[in-house]
């Protein structure tokens, strides 16, 4: 992508303290169960662990033996057991019941749980009912941040979403704020702080409680902006094919805490390997960003430039071998190895791809984007539906096209519905349930009906419960407002003739020129004006937007020409590759330096399988 960065974006902070402070408190805390003892690790924060304490560091810290916690009897012998856990009843009951058997069985054990990110009252009452308080200790690692990146911090929490947004359950939503105020102790403070959506609003106000807390001690602002979104201010992006090459590794080979395996097609071998996606890795750090169609070029370019670094060996004396061998020969073959994966990584993709009628499907995401060819669109849908192509993917068309509808109308509605039950078994009835819930995939309510219910509401309502009633029927009649938002925003590039895709002049490259991401035109907007100029906007996305400076005395505030660049993105209930692409470019252009914080990264299949009714 031919777009350099300017001179005045900062460079990012150090954020592997993050990962010491983490290291330091989990160190700290298998020492207080001190002599030889096995530690049972919940499925989930084996790859978080690995990247804060290697095996070599727990055995430092006599750790004996590692076990992935199943729902299992255990094996170990020995006499003392620490399980690091995150705080859910199923987890406790099985350790309860552990901690029973060896009781029934006169075996005397020392139990350590170490809860992780923090532990919550539900399962002290488990370990009370099950009589067991007395028998083993409780504690709370207070993991808040990986670092995935140089700009990518994650909470690594993918249930925050279905907890939260669908769940409404907001035991969280804490953690949110606790992670935000360790970012402000550690990097701020903060110069202004923006916001839109519920859970945004809450998380601010539990990050200025523990603020407000904590001793305050006057420092010039270190961070520009920081802006927290709550996912469902824009599902349109998240359910968007991906196309930059980070989006479709994720997409294909599931990116897991900043690594991916790759299988047998790839490696080219009968063994997996388990690949680092970061910035250390060279070849892929220069085209992570860039769209598809582009990549291949690259790679071209990269493995001529590699033999013409390996062809300088010619005509060498002894003297430059010895240097060439000692300074150069390890850097290209480890480029050389990355950049063979890679390409055998592009051709994986392509193959799937190809095999999925690639082109026509984004054809047809295109279209219910710019609200061209409807009826086309639901037959392409229908077609998918009925060939079983894929449950979550027929899903993922069905919601688009509510989406971009602002819903279906009730006979488009009922038959497709029908269709995707049929095709995919009934037991989907209560993911249907959810969408709606969610207001992804609704049906169209007839405008005089939705008046009227408003009305009755409007009589019964008194001041005290004025605020939970208009909560609870602003989520009945959810919609998405898609079409407005996207004339309001000019979420839909108008170019003449067709769209540069090698040098892009908008953030809608990441969606092959149709669509420029909800979320980081917000940013950019907000960025530009605050919220000033965008009454209609929040109005449509349903309010609860907030900007407030680091004082907490609220009000809109200028930006300052001389405030830091450097801005905190914090996406609540995940965010994907693409808005991260999409931000990149954003800050190379406008000399920001973006740092994505999220509860998790996602896509739009991690989206959906996380409310199926029916669980994948």
Request: net charge neutral.
């Amino acid at each position: 992508m031919a777009l350099n960065s300017r001179r005045d974006a900062p460079e990012p902070p150090d954020f592997s303290l993050l990962k010491r402070l983490a290291r330091d408190q989990l160190i700290y805390l298998l020492e207080q169960l001190p002599g030889k003892k096995d530690l049972f690790i919940e499925a989930d924060l084996m790859s978080p662990l690995d990247r804060i304490a290697n095996v070599s560091t727990l055995k430092q810290h006599e750790v004996d033996k590692l076990y992935k916690l199943e729902n299992k009897p255990i094996v170990s012998t020995c006499d003392q057991l620490c399980f690091l856990i995150r705080p859910r009843i199923h987890s406790v009951k099985w350790i309860a019941d552990i901690v029973n058997t060896d009781k029934a069985a006169g075996r005397f054990r020392r139990y350590k749980i170490i809860f992780s990110p923090q532990k919550f009252y539900a399962c002290e009452t488990i370990l009370e009912e099950q009589g067991i308080y007395g028998d083993v200790s409780c504690d709370k690692w207070e993991f808040y941040l990986l670092p995935l990146d140089d700009d990518i911090i994650s909470l690594e929490l993918p249930e925050f979403f279905r907890d939260y947004f669908l769940e409404g359950d907001q035991r969280w939503v804490s953690t949110a704020g606790k992670a935000l105020h360790l970012l402000h102790s550690v990097y701020g403070p903060f110069s202004k702080v923006y916001g839109i959506g519920r859970c945004a609003k809450m998380t601010y106000e539990m990050w200025r409680e523990l603020v407000e807390d904590g001793e305050q001690k006057p420092q010039q602002p270190e961070v520009g902006n920081v802006f927290l979104i709550d996912r469902d201010v824009d599902f349109v992006t998240s359910l968007c094919s991906q196309v930059v090459y980070e989006g479709l590794v994720d997409d294909i080979f599931r990116i897991k805490c900043g690594s991916v395996e790759f299988g047998p097609e790839v490696t080219s071998s009968d063994k997996s390997l388990k690949v680092m996606l970061n910035s250390s890795d060279k070849v892929f750090n220069e085209i992570r960003n860039e769209h598809f169609s582009n990549v291949f070029g690259f790679l071209s370019q990269k493995a001529k430039s590699l033999q013409t670094a390996y062809d300088k060996r010619r005509g060498m004396d002894i003297q430059q071998m010895k240097t060439f061998v000692s300074q150069e020969l390890k850097g290209l073959k480890q480029e050389h190895r990355l950049l063979s994966l890679h390409i055998s990584a592009c051709e994986s993709i392509m193959k799937k791809k190809t095999k999925q009628d690639f082109q026509e499907l984004l054809k047809t995401e295109h279209c219910l984007l710019e609200g061209f060819n409807i009826r086309e669109s639901i037959s392409y849908i229908e077609e998918h539906i009925n060939r079983q192509v894929s449950l979550t993917e027929s899903l993922r068309l069905l919601c688009l096209l509510s989406l971009t509808e602002n819903g279906l109308i009730p006979k488009d509605y009922r038959s497709l519905k029908a269709q995707y039950l049929q095709s995919y078994g009934t037991e989907h009835l209560l993911t249907f349930a959810n969408l709606r819930k969610l207001g992804l995939l609704v049906e169209q309510q007839p405008g005089d009906t939705i008046i009227a219910m408003e009305n009755k509401v409007g009589k019964l309502v008194t001041d005290k419960a004025v605020g939970k009633l208009t909560d609870a029927f602003n989520s009945l009649a959810k919609k998405s407002n898609f079409r407005a938002l996207s004339k309001k925003l000019a979420l839909i590039p108008k170019v003449d003739g067709e769209y540069d895709l090698c040098t892009p002049p908008d953030m809608a490259y990441i969606f092959s020129g149709a669509y420029m991401p909800l979320s980081c035109k917000l940013v950019e907007q907000v960025l530009d004006h605050g919220w000033t100029g965008l009454e209609e906007v929040t109005r449509l996305l349903n309010g609860n937007e907030f900007a407030v400076t680091a004082g907490g005395s609220g009000g809109e505030v200028k930006t300052k020409d001389d405030s830091p660049r450097l801005v905190f993105v914090m996406f609540l209930g995940g965010c994907t590759f693409s808005e991260i692409s999409a931000l990149r470019f954003l800050g190379r252009k406008r000399g920001y330096k973006f740092i994505i914080v999220t509860t998790a990264i996602t896509n739009s299949a991690r989206l959906l399988e996380s409310v199926l009714g029916s669980r994948v």
